[in-house]
């Protein structure tokens, strides 16, 4: 098993930025990948971005050039910086890690809101 507890979101201005955090606990030794999802209301759960253990990371187009997925492996933690939010950012982020047998685990998810 492994466990995820996210931290960093809030309310910010667009234009502003916000960083994300996801701490890995328990059976971590079998992730290869960990990433963040966010859906907002009355739509699909969508990926934002993902980043393997090799440091290999992809994003979705709506957030290239504006948020940087990234790991520190001494702490077990996938970050998410974004950047320049849009009011469409608007959403609950949640991180998952899918281990080496493709087993997901999510987080418990964190409020993002991008409002003037």
């Known amino acids: 098993q492994v466990q995820l507890v996210e931290s960093g979101g809030g309310l910010v201005q667009p234009g502003g930025s916000l960083r994300l955090s996801c701490a890995a606990s328990g059976n971590i030794s079998s992730i290869y990948a960990m990433g963040w999802y966010r859906q907002s209301p009355g739509k699909q759960r969508e990926l934002v971005a993902a980043?393997?253990?090799?440091?290999?990371?992809n994003y979705a187009d709506f957030v290239k050039g504006r948020f940087t997925i990234s790991r520190d492996s001494a702490k077990n933690t996938v970050y998410l910086q974004m950047n320049s939010l849009k009011l469409e950012d608007t959403a609950v982020y949640s991180c998952i890690a899918r281990n080496l047998f493709s087993s997901d685990y999510w987080g418990q998810g964190t409020q993002v809101t991008v409002s003037s």
């Open positions: 980043i393997t253990t090799g440091g290999s990371a």
